[in-house]
Structure formats: C-alpha cells, structure tokens
C-alpha cells in the first residue's frame, strides 16, 4: 500500500498561515482590550463627575464640608465672600482652604471649589452659594386651587352641525391644542364669553384670531358656521380657568407660600397655564381612589370659594411648583412650630418622612430614600423614594394624584417635597429639592 504524505512546504506554510492568524488574533484582542479599558475608563469619568453636584448652598457662618463618597478634595479658586481661612479633612470628603476673611452671617456669598481627585487631579468646579439660614412651617395640608387663565386656552377642535344637518371642521388645521386666543378681530378677549360673542357678531364673515403659539404671536383666518341652533361657531373647545387638589409645601415666616413642587398645567394639552391670576382654598377630601400598577391613585375634594374659605392668593406657577402670599393660617397648621431646611448636598439615603392629609387631617407616614439626583436642578426630580408606611400603603397604595407638594423630611428638616408617582409602581415617587422651590 502505498501511503501519501504531505509535502514539507506545505506543513511550513500551514505553521504560516496559523501565525500570522495568531498574530492578528493578538492585535485584535489588544485592540479590544484597550477599548474595554477607554470605554470603563469613561464611564467611570462620567460617573465621577455625575456624583458631584454643579451646584451647592452652605449656611452663613458654616464650613462647608460635604461628604459623596468621591475621594476628591475641593479648594476656593474664586470668592467674593468666603469663610475663614480654615481647612477641614474628612475621608471621601470635599475640603475648602479659603484664603479670605469671615463674612458677617447677615451677607451672603458665592465662590468656587476646585474639586481634585486624590488630591492632585482636577476634574469639576463646583458653584457654591452662601445662604442665611433658613426655617420653614412644614404644612402638608390638602388645598384647593384655582387659577385663572391670563388668555383663553385653545384644547382642541371639534365638528360644528348646520341647519342642514351637514358637519363640518372650520378650526381644523388652523389652530392647534395650546394656542391661546388673544384677540378676535383686533379686539381682545379674556374670556369664553368673550369669545363667544366676538364670534357671534360675525354674520357668516370670516374672522381674524390673533393667536399666542410657542410664545409667538401669528393671525389666522376662520369662517364660522351657523349651527343648527342658529349661533355662528368655528368648531373649538376652549378653557379660561382650571381647579383641582393639592397640597401645601411650606409657609415662612412673612407668610409666604410654596405648594405642588410642580406647575398647574392642563391636563389635555400638558403645557404650563399662562395664569392671570389665582387663589387657595380649604378643601374636604371626599373619596381617595387608590393606586394600581400601571394607574395611579387620585383623591377627589370639594373646594368651597366662599371668601371665608379663602386661604391666599397665588402669585407665581411656575414649573417648580406655585407661590403667594398667605391670608388666613390652615386650622391644622395653628401651633406646628417652624423647621430647619436641609440642602440637597445634606441628604441621606434611609428613612425620611412625608407630611400630608390624605387621611382628612395632617399625619406623618415613613419613605425611603433611594437616590438623590444632584444635577436636577431644571426639574422637579431630584429626590428618589419608596414609601414604606403600612398606613398609607393600606390608605391610598402609596402616592396619588393630590399629594403633590407633600413636604418631606428627614432628620428633623425640611429637604423637598413629593411632586411625582410611578406610574408603573405607586409605592415609588420622586421629590422636588426644597431649594429648587425657594429659588423659583
């Protein structure tokens, strides 16, 4: 038998061929690694920065020193008015070397702190303002607001029925939900009856709306119908004013307010109302519909807006929440003594507590504290908790719709209040910063 073997030259190129396969397997791996090794070394740059806040308040007359579990030491690198020349070192603690003079705890201040890893690198500016110490009425009270709208809000179009029975859409396309309506044929209008006049008086004419949209102002023509009951339409629906439940945040000591930790907006068209003016009002809760996953709870409440009722005047909605001016103290709030407020760089996670009134009267029910958002400033999401009341769990499933503006405290201060629930899950919610609402 006669055996076959391979040649010589083909054993070497074979041998070759594997290490040159090698060799790239090599490069390829290399290439891999150091990648894995920049792309971890970014995320860890990008969590680094992300635990250090862009902004922090210290108290007049303190030394600042804040703990993130970050091994950074800060120093002033600009200050107008600063702390004595004093250094603190704590472990995983940011420490300031000030090189200026104690200010008198009536002035306030802002500076920099140059935050350095290990010491020696530098990595982050942190913007630093020097704050009077601060105390707050902690309320948590059920409120009932109203507020009126400074133009007329457009929510959305609808068919209009002639005395031929035929339908037809004239605003469609023409205007759009959250245009607001500031003038019907050069004259202006404040008011659904207003309008409705206006519009009346058009005999079948088109007619000219000056419109507000996306804070630009622009005219539009439409053609009322005459509907079946003889009145000239154009086919949309409108609101001048919107009420609801809430609840109130704080009271100072000049008797001014803060409430919701959210704007009032309308709940078709979710932008902001564009308010004129506003009030509160004591309010009696009289059915709490309770959380389910995937739906969140809501109370429902009787606003009585007798003047005897009236409780203040709301001044201010912003996205953060809205503000005035207090006439007449809650009931529930007559005796509760003022508490310190606590900044977010202050806050721990573990237990915390809520105060509200989903019960008919003012109680305290325990959360959790997950996580602390420290670059929300924009928003009204800084605070991440999860409520651990049985209580409340029992009452409402957790946090509903009207409990916005629930103060929240912890160690005996004031550090936000509730203005979000999960949707999916109601035993969780978010906080608003109580800074966030005081700068508004």
Known sequence: MKILTAPKYAGKGMSDMLQRLWIQFQRKRNIIGYTEIAVGILFAYVLLMYSIPDKMYVESGEQPSYEFGVPITGTVVKSAEVFAGR??????????TPQTQAVPSSQTGTYQVLCRLFGTIPIKRIDVQEVNKKQLLAAGTNIGIYVK??????????EVTD???AKSEPAKNVVQSGDYILAVNGKKVRSKEQLVKAISFCEGKKICLELLRDREKIEVSIRPVRSKEGTYQIGVWVRDDIAGVGTLTYVTDEKKFGALGHGVTDADVGSLIHMEKGSIYETTILEIRKGQRGQPGEMSGMINYNDDYKLGTVEENTNVGIYGTLMNMPKELKGVEALPVTYKEGIKKGKARIISSVEGSRK??????????????GNNKGIQFQVTDERLLEDTGGIIQGMSGSPIIQNGCVIGAVTHVFISDSTQGYGIFIENMLEH
């Open 87 to 96: 250094q603190t070192v704590q472990k995983d603690a940011i420490h300031v």
């Open 364 to 377: 305290e029910y325990e959360i959790e504290i997950e996580h602390t958002d420290y670059h929300s400033e």
């Open 163 to 165: 005395a031929s029975g």
């Open 149 to 158: 709208n400074a133009q007329i809000m457009i929510i959305g179009t609808g």
